[in-house]
């Protein structure tokens, strides 16, 4: 009798994990693995990517035309627009030598033709200054806004 609960104890366990569905794994959060989050976590390591290689045109190309950063104030002259990409990273890598960025996924919201990534980004950055170069780091969190176009995903806002 302890054999057959046993048995149906194993059963039914390996009934429910089969039954779970399946993540995306290498991932710090448990994220559904279906081609929407495929192709939004694709996105963000090609951010990564072209971020640690200071590849401007390669994050433009992410953007949406609609893109627009308020850099999270109250004051419109850190705001920045499509056309302010290229000038906003190029000011950005301009004294970084050598860029390292670790992206972290903490939540991924899709609703129809729009998303929402937040997640948390650990930069570290050579940078050259006046004094010499030094080693600085970022570790904050963030919020991507995306938006679907033409059957690919594009970022509204938060680079």
């Given at each position: ?72 104030t109250p ?34 919201k ?19 200054l ?30």
């Amino acid at each position: 009798m302890k054999i057959a609960s046993a048995t149906t104890i194993v059963l039914a366990a390996l009934l429910a994990a089969g039954c779970t569905a399946k993540r995306i794994p290498g991932l710090a959060i448990a994220l559904a693995d279906t081609p929407e989050n495929r192709a939004i976590v694709k996105l963000m390591d090609d951010y990564r990517d072209a971020y640690e290689h200071k590849d401007i045109d390669k994050i433009v190309a992410m953007a949406s035309k609609k893109f627009y950063e308020d850099s999270g104030t109250p004051e419109t002259s850190d705001d920045y627009a499509f056309d302010g990409l290229k000038e906003h990273f190029g000011e950005h890598f301009k004294h970084l030598k050598k860029v390292q960025l670790n992206i972290q996924l903490r939540k991924v919201k899709i609703k129809g033709d729009k998303a929402k990534v937040d997640y948390r980004y650990i930069t570290r950055y050579l940078m050259d200054l006046p004094s010499g170069e030094k080693w600085q780091v970022t570790d904050e969190l963030n919020r991507m806004d995306l938006v679907k176009e033409k059957g690919e995903w594009k970022v509204i806002s938060g680079f």
